[in-house]
């Protein structure tokens, strides 16, 4: 019998390559190499497994920014944190989000609001984490919303331009891209520390 996490990869690499529609469970079973009975014994229907792949990413990026908001540490020091785990999660998931932001419109109502759950639990923590930020005086911002949708916007649209053939790492993306966030944060401050070479 094939396991939950390999059905959600096979599942996750169909839906992107040909779409929601257009794959099968019978084509998921297919590639797995099992019968449809092994599928439906860990999941209802296809759209409980698209529902799955597409929350994927947003759990993983609510859980860190839950996390970050309790971690010990400067604003400046948690914010870098989230911004890296954020892009990283991202790169790992980038076909989870395309595959979100082509066949939202299959997903069932339950699964629509764990997505917009998770988006509002991420906002929440980092919007948080920005006021605490401008309160202790580390930050220059003027409206924690606005940085807020800024930041996460550019974290999640790498999924749209990240080439694993491309000359940064994963790693090196994600720091630099935590870099712009403080620089916005602290208007031309000190980002912090310096990228290993």
């Given amino acids: 019998m094939a396991k939950r996490e390999e059905i959600l990869r096979v599942a996750a690499e169909m839906f ?18 099992v019968g449809k009975p092994s599928i439906y014994a860990l999941f209802e229907s296809k ?24 971690r010990v540490g400067s604003p400046s020091t948690r914010l870098r944190h989230i911004v890296e785990q954020l892009c990283l999660r991202v790169i790992e998931g980038r076909r989870h989000l395309s595959v979100l932001f082509r066949d939202y419109k299959h997903l069932p109502p339950e699964a629509l ?27 220059t911002v003027q409206d924690p919303v606005i940085v807020t949708h800024a930041i996460s916007g550019m974290g999640t649209w790498i999924y749209a331009w990240y080439r694993p053939e491309g000359p940064l790492s994963p790693e090196e993306i994600s720091f630099q891209m935590a870099d712009l966030a403080l620089r916005m944060v602290k208007l031309g401050g000190d980002p912090g520390p310096t990228a290993p070479e």
Avoid: K, P, W
């Fill in 113 to 139: 609001g764990e997505l917009a759950e998770n988006f509002h639990a991420f906002n929440r923590s980092l919007g948080a984490l920005l006021r605490e930020g401008v309160e202790t005086g580390e930050f």
């Fill in 47 to 70: 759209r409980e497994l698209l529902s799955e792949v597409c929350n994927r990413t947003t759990q993983y990026a609510a859980a860190i920014a839950g996390e970050a908001a309790v």
């Fill in 16 to 33: 992107y390559e040909d779409g929601f529609a257009r794959t099968s469970m019978d084509d998921i079973a297919a590639r797995l190499a």
